[in-house]
T-cell receptor, first 118, second 109 residues
Framework: NAGVMQNPRHLVRRRGQEARLRCSPV?????VYWYRQLPEEGLKFMVY????????ESGMPKERFSAEFPKEGPSILRIQQVVRGDSAAYFC????????????????FGPGTRLTVL | SQQGEEDPQALSIQEGENATMNCSYK?????LQWYRQNSGRGLVHLIL?????REKHSGRLRVTLDTSKKSSSLLITASRAADTASYFC?????????FGEGTQLTVNP
């Protein structure tokens, strides 16, 4: 069974370019979460998506960042007009169930995409 | 200060010794989870303890949770050099996990 897959593992962009990060959740998982990790820091929540729906985007910067999880295909985190401050590791996680009636579930993390903005 | 703060920030021990890391949080939680991250790699889930549990074991790992003090500890017994990594606690209050800044553990051979 494949775990969460992310690609690319490393991405280098120049300032002003666009970055597209892909995440394929564990097979059968319909809930995807994106986190960002700056050097020497913990992970910070960005967005939570279910198939075709954004459930919670309270951690996403208001501009330049967007996320989607289409019915078919991987989840995409898109960063437009990247700046040096966007350099970080971006992790995707998936779970089989979201919050439901007080239950909570383990999130399975991918290996991350390390974005470097020159 | 933020939810899920670990201490110490860094810990260096000799192989065979025990390592204890602590985590404090501020709001009510559904559960608390501990993760390990090797340098430059993704996160590996270690253990989950629910808010109605006080202690949990998994191999050489022992986790305690004190909801009255809003704190948790992770004990790694008989440490090995391969345990060298960053350890993060994460609190779960719904759709997101809130991570602390982590403890960097170094186990010297």
């Amino acid at each position: 069974n494949a775990g969460v897959m992310q690609n690319p593992r490393h991405l280098v962009r120049r300032r002003g370019q666009e970055a597209r990060l892909r995440c394929s959740p564990v097979k059968g998982h319909s809930h995807v979460y994106w986190y960002r990790q700056l050097p020497e820091e913990g992970l910070k929540f960005m967005v939570y998506l279910q198939k075709e729906n954004i459930i919670d985007e309270s951690g996403m910067p208001k501009e330049r960042f967007s996320a989607e999880f289409p019915k078919e295909g991987p989840s995409i985190l898109r960063i437009q007009q990247v700046v040096r401050g966007d350099s970080a590791a971006y992790f995707c996680a998936s779970s089989p169930l979201g919050r439901r009636g007080g239950l909570s579930n383990e999130q399975f993390f991918g290996p991350g995409t390390r974005l470097t903005v020159l | 200060s933020q939810q899920g703060e670990e201490d110490p920030q860094a810990l260096s021990i000799q192989e065979g010794e025990n390592a204890t890391m602590n985590c404090s949080y501020k709001t009510s939680i559904n559960n608390l989870q501990w993760y390990r991250q090797n340098s430059g790699r993704g996160l590996v889930h270690l253990i989950l303890i629910r808010s109605n549990e006080r202690e949990k074991h998994s191999g050489r790992l022992r986790v305690t949770l004190d909801t009255s003090k809003k704190s948790s500890s992770l004990l790694i017994t008989a440490s090995r050099a391969a345990d060298t990594a960053s350890y993060f606690c994460a609190t779960d209050r719904g759709s997101r996990l809130t991570f602390g800044e982590g403890t960097q553990l170094t186990v010297n051979p």
